[in-house]
Nanobody
Framework: QVQLVESGGTLVQPGGSLRLSCTAS????????VGWFRQAPGQEEHEGIS?????????YYVDSVKGRFTIARYKSKNTVYLKMSNLKPEDTARYYCVADQVAIMTVMKEVTEYDYWGEGTQVTVSS
């Protein structure tokens, strides 16, 4: 089955860290740019927060996560990671990854407009 699967979300205290994984199943992520979106509780829109180019050299972060989140890709594991540090309650959301067969992607489209997207993983930041 061709799909993206997110994992790593859980309950974490403010100031804590998490690493989310986005693993491709049934296809090779090589040649695909990958992005992360999140949907906060009660919000309809998905916020694009980070992306990485197909060769891993170009990375994007929205201002609210710059300096706290790091995106990286591991070809051998067919996975893209989102390392999140110094988490804040406002980071609470369901996190989704998307993939597009382009060299560099933007995170301006709707999640469902990308070539592939996952079901998401829940991150809750609370004491």
């Amino acid at each position: 089955q061709v799909q993206l699967v997110e994992s790593g979300g859980t309950l974490v205290q403010p100031g804590g860290s998490l690493r989310l994984s986005c693993t491709a199943s049934g296809f090779n992520l090589e040649g695909y740019s990958v992005g992360w979106f999140r949907q906060a509780p009660g919000q309809e829109e998905h916020e694009g927060i980070s992306s990485i180019s197909s060769n891993g050299e170009s990375k994007y972060y929205v201002d609210s996560v710059k300096g706290r989140f790091t995106i990286a890709r591991y070809k051998s594991k067919n996975t893209v990671y989102l390392k999140m540090s110094n988490l804040k309650p406002e980071d609470t959301a369901r996190y989704y990854c998307v993939a597009d067969q382009v060299a560099i992607m933007t995170v301006m489209k709707e999640v469902t407009e990308y070539d592939y997207w996952g079901e998401g993983t829940q991150v809750t930041v609370s004491s």
